[in-house]
């Protein structure tokens, strides 16, 4: 069978279902599906269901420790995808038959109508194109919620309409769900909370990070080439991404607007402080300590909010019209300005691209932050390769780490390279990139090539680079800071 | 000094003022420029011009044999770059001031409105933001081409119109480049043809990938995951793709649209056949054969053509908007569906991305062809790891070399690596291929790593099979194939 649920960054999944289902499967039922949902789900979904086996294929974007580790371990086939393509994948047939729906909603009505919780994704598309919906009401999310959600979706190929959204606060579609009453199986009534984490305090590097951004788009503003009232922003998921986008709060903008995929904390934030005046996104992925704080205010927040389906809060048409500020994060990064976002070593997957894809392609101005180095100081994120491209250097303009900015736009490999050395990398990896582009560029070639020998060169240099700091020099270097 | 030109695939360049300026350089005077295009030039900018040492930096494209080499060389900077973006960076001051534009025209009128030759390109945007405009009247383009362009631009960061493109034969521009009268530093009479090279005949290869995705088509149309009607149809540049498009003249598909970005001979073959309704481009590049014969039909073309300025043609919005099937070229294809279209062995650029990028992301089948093989079939094209990535393995749908076609869509990694090496590879390099995902997959990890001793395997391998086919043991296999 082939299973969608609704459910976008571990917001507005259904949790009910799930966990029956993967109780029979305990009980030693064969029981496998194909599922496809938003994006990220709950631990309900991608952690019981995939441990319990019924997990055989996933789409396009999990986030989750056991569904990962399966996944890694070739026992479920994942294909990680740009999230705004899916519900364009669902309607033209290219998934299959949709044999259930599964859809949490805050309240459903004698039409069928289904009001979403949470988040949207590709909730409708699932509900339109599913032979059997089912939904759980899930009473924990405040009715109240009814209103945010702006549900429009273009046709199937060859539609020829225009997505009718020229500012992130255009209402262009109806505020539920449409289903016809005899596709709905069974209405299931829970009371769970989204299985959403805590949020960590800003650290001193995406402070650093958040600080980079923001002079830079004064600078912008400053030279011309941005407008003072700047165009919408969006931003990426995660502890970072929030702590950069926070990073507003400090600063003189205000009117701003948010167009994104996830509406995090700091965009309840920014609206409370009237930094921001207006969010879109497609899922409300709020931490567990903020989201009570935000339903005591929904009436406040209501009208400053929109969830969309993903296929327009990630439209590549909308995107590039609104001429987006698109802040995302890297794993790593090569010295072309090309970005791995969803690799480790090349063949381990993390999460998924998402929409990030969707928006570093099409935005006026695509940003990706990333910390210099990882494990504790021993990888550097500026690398001579990506292990994996996610996105191409002609999709990152921009590149910051808590050393500093680089604005790759308009430059060659080369100058790129030199760019993101010098004001990027940690310095105790400078040297040994320094090394690797000055023997690539002695090689000539418009940029620096991939020659296998080359890549393990680096590889021991870096090797030596962390040999030599464990080894007893250790001290002095202390010693010398002391001084 | 920035200067930017009209040009685009060959076609619609300036050709007398860049001459005069080469001769200058020639005679010993030091002039030294940024040269924006919309897409590549003839000889007289990118040969001319930057063998007397003109040109420092090159933005963004190119397809001559002396700035490749130069570019090579680092002589000579050079920044590939999305197409649809240029007009884009132009706007919003990316590349600072432009200094002047030299656009050829097939008139001006008193006004000061230009009516462009056989490509727009970025032309009527470097008229809008550059500070003197030199206009090349070339009399060998026919004034009759009046009335094709169709010339529309959105405004800068941050507008909010929508491109109202809804089919590719909507007119919603002018016919001409509006420019203010005191900007116009000369007006140069000229009577020299575009430098468009022969198309070679179509030979067995393209025609066999033409097959395939005629058939593909077919079959998509059957499982109801295309409509009847297709939609518009993009195609790359160059022989093959102008080959690969000629397969439509042998379908059943009437009543066909083109919304592209270079309109080759085989579009008008198409039109002529009444295969092909409507065709939008940037550019007329015709083989010189072709363009006598074009201009003596011009009546019965002139209705059925657009040329619309690169940012139209390439627009993300109306490329997701009219879903596109989007058939490109590659020089390389990995094993998990990475696209590699414009580097030799990672560190030498061919020619650019041009406008690929914009129509492999946002269409809705993107398509890559390529030969199984390169260097007489020395080297696979169907690789483990690409040198470089153009285009991620989001980007593209299905790969099409001679021996069959890779259906990539909702497959993992590993699912993609068999069709490749089973459908798509050259059965000598299939073992090899075999060989490296069985040691990869032994591995774990959800696909293939880049581990460079694997690379290595790899190109070992390929040595030997390059070393056995040139042994004496070849005789032998002769002998068989004459029993």
Chains 1, 2 share one sequence.
């Not at 932050?369 to 494990?375: D, N």
Request: with cysteine; net charge neutral.
């Amino acid at each position: 069978m082939t299973v969608g649920t609704s459910g976008f960054s571990i917001a507005g999944y259904p949790k009910a279902v799930p966990t029956a289902l993967a109780r029979r499967a305990e009980k030693g039922e064969r029981i496998k599906i194909t599922l496809i949902t938003g994006a990220s789900v709950g631990d309900e979904i991608d952690g019981q269901l995939a441990r319990a086996g019924v997990i055989a294929r996933r789409y396009p974007y999990q986030s989750n420790k056991s569904m990962r580790d399966l996944i890694n371990d070739n026992e479920i086939a994942y294909v990680d995808m740009h999230l705004s393509q899916v519900p364009f994948f669902i309607k033209n047939g290219y998934f299959g038959k949709i044999d259930v729906a599964v859809i949490e909603a805050i309240g459903i009505d004698e039409q069928g109508n289904i009001i979403p919780s949470t988040s949207i994704g590709c909730s409708n598309t699932l509900v339109e194109y599913a032979e059997k919906v089912i939904v759980e009401v899930n009473m924990w999310q405040p009715v109240k919620l009814e209103g945010i959600h702006d549900v429009y979706s273009p046709g199937r190929i060859k539609q020829t309409e225009m997505i009718p959204v020229v500012l992130p606060n255009n209402r262009v579609g109806m505020p539920y769900i449409r289903c016809s009453p005899d596709k709905i199986a069974a209405v299931v009534i829970t009371e769970i909370p989204d299985g959403t984490a805590s949020l960590a305090k800003t650290d001193e590097n995406s402070q650093k990070m958040a600080d980079y951004l923001i002079k830079f788009i004064e600078d912008e503003v400053a030279a011309g080439r941005l407008p003072r009232d700047l165009p919408p922003i969006q931003s990426g998921v995660g502890n970072v991404a929030n702590a950069v986008l926070g990073g507003f709060q400090k600063s003189n903008f205000r009117n701003l607007t948010v167009y994104s995929e996830v509406l995090q904390d700091a965009v309840l934030d920014l609206i409370e402080t009237e930094r921001v005046a207006f969010a879109s996104g497609t899922a409300l992925t709020l931490s567990p300590e903020r989201i009570d704080e935000f339903y005591k205010a929904l009436d406040m927040f209501k009208h400053k909010l929109f969830l969309r389906p993903v296929e327009i809060s990630c439209s590549p048409e909308v995107v590039r019209r609104l001429g987006l500020i698109a802040i995302n994060t890297a794993i790593e990064v090569d010295l072309a300005g090309n970005v791995n976002s969803t690799h480790i070593g090349g063949d381990r997957i993390m999460n998924g691209i998402g929409g990030s894809g969707d928006f570093a392609r099409n935005a006026a101005l695509p940003v990706f932050t990333t910390p210099s180095t990882a494990k504790n100081g021993t990888i550097s994120c500026i690398v001579p390769h990506v292990s994996h491209v996610d996105h191409t250097e002609h999709d990152a303009h921009v590149i910051i780490t808590e050393y500093g900015l680089a604005d790759l736009r308009c430059k060659t490999a080369y100058e790129r390279a030199e760019l993101l050395i010098e004001n990027c990398a940690h310095p105790r990896f400078r040297p040994a990139l320094r090394e690797f582009v000055a023997r690539q560029y002695a090689k000539k070639g418009h940029r620096h090539g991939f020659a296998p020998e080359d890549l393990i060169l680096w590889q021991q240099a870096v090797d030596e680079i962390n040999a030599a700091e464990s080894a007893p020099a250790k001290p002095a270097k202390a010693k010398k800071k002391k001084s």
